[in-house]
C-alpha cells in the first residue's frame, strides 16, 4: 500500500539501452545472471528519464526491467548503490557488468557516454542488483 493507505505504489521503473533499437543484451544478461551491476553519471542516475526509467534507484527498491520494445521482462531488487571512480573500477563492478576487466568497462563506457570525457577522477553511480523474478522470458 502506499503511504496514504490507497492504491500500492507501482515499482520503480528501468531499461537498459543497447546499441540500437532492437538490441535487448542487456536486459538478456539480467535474466541469465550474468549482469547484476549497471553504471552510470551521478547526474543522470538521480534524473527520470521517460515513462521507463525513474532513475534514483535505492537498496531495496523493486524495479521493473523494460526491453527496447518497452516490454516488462523482469523485476529486480537494488541491494547496493555507491559511486566509484572510473580510474579505479572495483571488480565486484566489472565482474557485475558482465565485463572481462576493468579496462574493458572503461572502454565500453567511454563509447557509450560520449562526448562525456570521463577521467580517472570523473564519478559514476554503480546500482548493484539481484533478479527477484522472470516476468517474460527471451526466446
Given at each position: ?13 528501468l ?45 531495496g ?65 554503480t ?13
Open positions: 500500500m502506499s503511504a496514504e493507505g490507497g492504491m500500492p505504489a507501482r515499482c520503480k521503473r531499461t537498459f539501452w543497447g546499441a540500437d533499437e532492437y538490441d535487448d543484451s542487456l536486459p538478456r544478461s539480467v535474466i541469465a545472471g550474468r549482469k547484476t551491476v549497471t553504471a552510470d553519471t551521478v547526474e543522470a542516475y538521480y534524473q527520470p528519464y521517460g515513462e521507463y526509467g525513474d532513475g534514483s534507484y535505492a537498496p527498491d523493486l524495479i521493473e526491467v523494460y526491453d527496447q520494445q518497452r516490454r516488462l521482462r523482469c523485476r529486480i531488487r537494488a541491494t547496493k548503490v555507491y559511486n566509484i571512480r572510473f580510474g579505479d573500477v572495483p571488480e565486484e563492478v566489472w565482474r557485475g557488468e558482465a565485463f572481462a576487466s576493468a579496462e574493458e568497462f572503461r572502454g565500453v563506457h567511454v563509447r557509450a557516454l560520449a562526448p562525456l570525457v570521463l577521467h580517472d577522477d570523473f564519478e559514476l553511480v546500482l548493484h542488483f539481484e533478479l527477484a523474478d522472470v516476468v517474460m522470458p527471451f526466446d
